[in-house]
């Protein structure tokens, strides 16, 4: 149980062009969900907080017209880079808390995504 | 702001030897402490959290209010235990995010 799917798992596209990465909770709703991006050998670090049915949350630093983010349903979180450019190339993890467990914190984390800029 | 310090960023231990991983938070509030474990090409899974109090695959972590620890350790090291390991904090403003440590890459000499 508890499964987050990711997709694509990676992609390639050109300067300047929007990229939509989805997140998906398998066998649980998630009124939550995040958004992380992790660079070589480096921690995860928390770009937004997707909230089901309104707007996303962003952390400091993180544009939020460059990264949108939409959770229009109980499972399903996506993340579009708008006109990317190659500094934007990175590995892009989503979370999801389980909304029927409200005993614990524990974020279900997804594979991954590897967006490639060129 | 809350924080996660893990010092150390890259642990070799021979089979067989004890291994702690320290993670230390600053936090005023009750956090929920987590470690989680990402196993090379794998995603990121929950190893142990604190509020459970269980041991799993021999790893256990003991919350320390008095220092702000939450140190992982292992008796006896397995190769299967190379890994990158990332200590977390939520907290239970602010949508219950986690803040992360910078992670232990643990590598296990056979």
């Known amino acids: 149980g508890a499964v987050v799917s990711q997709h694509p798992s990676r992609v390639i596209c050109k300067s300047g062009t929007s990229v939509k990465i989805e997140c998906r909770s398998l066998?649980?709703?998630?009124?939550?969900m995040f958004w992380y991006r992790q660079f070589p050998k480096q921690s995860l670090m928390l770009m937004a907080t997707s909230n089901e049915g309104s707007k996303a949350t962003y952390e400091q630093g993180v544009e939020k017209d460059k990264f949108l983010i939409n959770h229009a349903s109980l499972t399903l979180s996506t993340l579009t880079v708008t006109s990317a450019h190659p500094e934007d190339s990175s590995f892009y993890i989503c979370?999801?808390?389980?909304?029927?467990?409200?005993?614990?914190?524990?974020?279900?984390f997804g594979p991954g995504t590897r967006l490639t800029v060129t | 702001a809350q924080r996660v310090t893990q010092p150390e960023k890259l642990l070799s231990v021979f089979k067989g030897a004890p291994v702690e991983l320290k993670c230390n938070y600053s936090y005023s509030g009750s956090p929920e402490l987590f470690w989680y474990v990402q196993y090379s090409r794998q995603r990121l899974q929950l190893l142990l959290r604190h509020i459970s109090r269980e041991s799993i695959k021999g790893f256990t972590a003991d919350l320390n209010k008095g220092e702000t620890s939450f140190h992982l350790k292992k008796p006896f090291a397995q190769e299967e235990d190379s890994a990158m390991y990332y200590c977390a904090l939520s907290f239970p403003y602010g949508n219950n995010r986690l803040a992360f440590g910078k992670g232990n890459q643990v590598v296990v000499i056979p």
């Open positions: 066998d649980f709703q998630a009124t939550t």
């Open positions: 979370s999801a808390r389980d909304s029927g467990r409200t005993t614990t914190y524990e974020q279900y």
